[in-house]
């Protein structure tokens, strides 16, 4: 066999991540192990030296000098293929501080390149406030750093996975609140950006701390069963290869990708607990030269074994919003025994482990106008981003409102839908033909009058799903209803028909008759529980006007959800309903006026 089987790390957690006194040899080293050029490595010896000179004296919680962390937030920069200009800003990302003058003296020595970054890193962290406003003002800073520049969020992100990996030594309740932060801010920002390994261990480890009991059960039973299922993968890449090879493709590697440990919670919750449906749990990795050969490669592993339906993804026609492309599919090899293999190019590869890292490589590779056309096309929500921040400044929404809609129209589950010209069009899972029609602009929803899906005519309230074909039909004088609130699940469109109807965010355009409920349910907070709630009121068919979850880790603060009953009777029974969910202690009723 030409190809060696590589086992790829699964991010595994331990119980306390790998440090070392950082001094400029073991940097160095590590940078010269990254292929960093000799000049880029002269010109960060000397920023190296003035963060040395800088944090001089300064200890860490761990009793390390303060350097350790910023020299590990600078390498994990750099193992992203991030530009110089960033990997020094990581070193430096904590010095202005530690003193007041030394931004000017980064400017002076380093350049205005720099100086920017630090201090644009420095404004991210200056977060004063507490509960949901600190959870609030955490993202409009974001807001305001992928707005100045991406390569702000991506050291953020890198300072916050190095600070978390050195968590154990933090108070427990300072702890599990960067925990709770992490996962429900940098995780799914991650995410967004593609960049899986960083999503990947953010999610492990804020899991560590907030869920410690799940996150011991589910490592424990992996280390049962992985070694099993790695033994399986070797057995039978020979026979995958050999097959490539026929048909002559050459794979450039085979690898095995584990399945990280709150990914595999979170399915495992989906299947009540059953295992045998983690047909991913190590998943078989296959890179090919081109396109060509991915799609070939699917053909003979189908061909070979009987794939599972439903389980193929394209991911190269359709990719996700954060740019990840890749075909996925499942096939059984054997009774009762499936396997996950995912097929891709070199560039897919590349670009699916460091999501918008990745492009930082055409600029150093002298082509910048090609990776700033491919950061357009692929990461498009960045832009839409700032148009939804636009959109709720000039409404003036509440905190809770602005960070609950911020969660919904960002970092939920994703669609993938198609305009008439084959333009795909990204919305969250449950979205509907008016949540496209305002997306694509605020003219086409108010003068919508009717939608086709794939080429036939459907209600406004029907959900979408991936991959189909959206069209709006639209009429000159036509106008938005007040019912259109309850039938888009967008907070975007929801606040274009209000200004389109002129009501006011702050109250509900109701009809005399109607009254609005509100229920508050009370309970212990757990992964999952707001979802349980809103499948009971989907199962019952009642639109949610709103839900607003600001516990913040206060437990007696309730989830409170409104809707519009359509009689006293829907009141009744959907109360019991959500007194009978795991970990609901009260549920209250209020009608509004």
């Known amino acids: 066999m030409f190809l060696q089987i590589l086992r790829l790390s699964s991010q595994r957690i331990t119980p306390q991540a790998r440090t070392m006194t950082m001094g400029w040899e073991n940097y160095e080293r590590e940078l010269s192990s990254l292929n960093l050029a000799v000049k880029d490595r002269e010109f960060l010896k000397k920023v190296f030296d003035f963060a040395a000179q800088i944090h001089a004296g300064e200890k860490r919680l761990s009793g390390e000098d303060y350097l350790t962390h910023s020299a590990a937030v600078s390498l994990k920069l750099a193992k992203l293929k991030m530009d110089r200009a960033t990997i020094a800003a990581g070193l430096l990302h904590d010095v202005a501080e530690t003193t007041p003058t030394s931004l000017a003296e980064i400017r002076k020595k380093f350049g205005e390149e720099i100086a920017f970054l630090v201090d644009a890193v420095t404004k991210v962290e200056k977060v004063k406030a507490s509960g949901t406003d600190r959870a609030l003002e955490s993202v409009r800073k974001m807001f305001m750093a992928v707005a100045e520049d991406i390569r702000v969020v991506i050291i953020k992100l890198a300072d916050r996975l190095h600070n978390m990996e050195t968590a154990d030594w933090l108070a427990p309740e300072k702890r599990e609140r960067i925990a ?27 899991m560590k701390y907030l869920y410690p009991q799940e996150y011991e059960r589910i490592s424990s039973e992996v280390k049962k069963i992985a070694p099993e299922r790695e033994r399986y993968l070797k057995k039978i890449a020979p026979q995958v290869e050999a097959e490539l090879l026929k048909e002559n493709i050459r794979p450039l590697e085979l690898s095995y990708r584990a399945k990280h440990l709150y990914s595999i919670w979170q399915k495992l919750k989906r299947y009540d607990g059953d295992w045998t449906h983690l047909a991913d749990l190590i998943a078989l990795r296959i890179i090919v030269p081109d396109i060509k050969d991915c799609y070939a490669a699917v053909g003979i592993i189908h061909k070979l074994w009987k794939p599972v339906p439903g389980k193929f993804k394209d991911y190269i026609a359709l990719p996700k919003p954060n740019g990840y492309q890749s075909l996925h599919t499942s096939v059984f090899t054997k009774a009762r025994t499936m396997v996950e293999f995912q097929i891709r190019t070199p560039q897919m590869h590349r670009e699916a482990e460091a999501g918008i890292a990745a492009h930082w490589a055409w600029s150093e590779a002298g082509k910048p106008k090609e990776g700033l056309k491919i950061l357009g096309q692929k990461f498009n929500w960045i832009r839409q981003l700032h148009d939804w921040h636009k ?79 959206v069209e709006i039909i639209t009429q000159k004088n036509k106008r938005p209803s007040p019912e259109w609130l309850s039938l888009v699940k967008t907070n975007l469109a929801k606040n274009r028909i209000r200004r389109a109807l002129r009501i006011s965010p702050k109250r509900t355009f109701l009809e005399p008759e109607e009254k609005l409920v509100e229920v508050k349910i009370y309970g212990k907070s757990r992964v999952g529980f707001i979802k349980d709630i809103t499948s009971i009121f989907a199962k019952n068919r009642i639109n949610i006007q709103t839900l607003i979850s600001a516990r913040s880790g206060n437990e007696e603060a309730p989830i409170r959800v409104r809707f519009i009953p359509k009689n006293k009777a829907e009141i009744e029974k959907i109360k019991p309903k959500l007194e009978k969910i795991a970990g609901v202690k009260k549920v209250t009723t209020e009608v509004r006026s």
Do not use: C
């Open 180 to 206: 709770g932060e992490t996962l429900s801010l940098y995780a799914p920002l991650a995410e967004r950006l593609g960049m899986w390994n960083v999503k990947a261990q953010l999610e492990d480890l804020s």
């Open 391 to 469: 959109e709720f400044k000039k409404e003036r929404s509440s905190s809770e409102e602005l960070l609950e809609a911020f969660k919904i129209d960002f970092f939920q589950d994703r669609i993938f839908v198609l305009t008439p010209k084959g333009d795909v069009i990204d919305l969250p899972k449950g979205a509907t033909p008016l949540d496209f029609a305002y997306h694509i602009h605020s003219e086409i929803g108010n003068r919508a009058s009717g939608a086709k899906v794939d080429g036939r005519m459907v209600a406004f309230e029907r959900e979408l799903q991936s991959g189909e074909v």
